[in-house]
């Protein structure tokens, strides 16, 4: 079975960006054979600034991830913070993603699960992977057809992650689907001047560890140009990268 790949900008800048990234994610796809989902976040609600770049909003963001759909045949995904906007989501988006942060949230995941697409809860860094049964349930009770896991990584305060891959194996006995945040596991939370910094460099052995620890997807944030993206840009992946790391995986 092909693992799943979700790929895309961290926030949605301008529909040129889009574009751009889901040109480039058809091309893998027809090269490669693989079925990339698109993702791309309307509001990013918890950057470390309130100064901080938030994207354009559930309602005109919605309606570019529209374009991206109709547009590219891509199927698509996005993060919800709040339970209302899970409804209108779920119309647009073939899988809703649950903010590490707010993964113990119940209303959310009831929301989610409410909207009958497949929820993508990402695990909390003050989580351990066995401990992701308990979002789990609260999503399966209230409904969720699907449910898949992800991974990020630790947070022990220090503006640091750490990856522990054992949480991969341990989240496969509650789903059976577990990806691995290969560009968010590379953050290092808060240690910027009022931003998140990171190290992209690592997101390649970050992929390939999780794929020996017997993960089923890969997640990377990626953009033609990181250095200059208004959200998290030290830790996506280089457009141009993204296609070799994927064969790679898929050997």
């Known amino acids: 079975m092909q693992p799943i790949f979700i790929a895309g900008p961290c926030v949605i800048e301008s529909e040129e960006l889009l574009d751009t990234v889901a040109q480039r994610l058809v091309d893998i796809n027809r090269k490669l054979g693989t079925d990339i ?10 950057r470390t600034s309130i100064h901080s770049f938030r994207g354009p909003g559930l309602e ?3 309606q570019m991830l529209t374009h991206i759909k109709e547009t590219y045949k891509l199927r698509i995904t996005t993060d919800i913070h709040e339970s209302w906007q899970a409804e209108a989501v779920g119309e647009v988006c073939d899988i809703l993603q649950i903010p590490a942060f707010l993964c113990r949230q119940t209303d959310l995941l009831m929301a989610a699960a409410a909207t009958g697409k497949i929820v993508n809860i990402k695990k909390a860094q003050f989580l351990s992977g066995k401990d992701m049964r308990h979002p789990v349930e609260k999503a399966m009770e209230s409904g969720a057809k699907e449910i898949w896991l992800t991974e990020r990584g630790n947070c022990f305060g ?3 992650l750490v990856v522990d891959f054992r949480n991969i194996p341990d989240m496969k006995e509650i789903v059976k689907t577990v ?11 808060g240690a910027g001047e ?9 997101i390649p052995a970050m992929a390939h560890a999780a794929k020996a620890f017997g993960a089923t997807g890969y997640f990377f944030e990626t953009h033609p140009t990181p250095d200059e993206g208004l959200s998290d840009a030290a830790n996506m992946l280089e457009l141009d990268k993204l296609e070799p790391l ?3 995986l898929l050997q």
Request: proline fraction near 3%; include cysteine; hydrophobic fraction near 35%.
């Open 37 to 46: 989902i698109f993702k791309a976040s309307f509001d990013k609600a918890n």
């Open 194 to 202: 009022g931003k998140t910094i990171g190290d992209r460099r690592f």
């Open 246 to 248: 994927i064969a790679s």
């Open 60 to 62: 005109k963001g919605l």
């Open 179 to 189: 990806i691995m945040d290969c560009t968010h596991c590379v953050q290092r939370p």
């Open 158 to 160: 220090y503006n640091n």
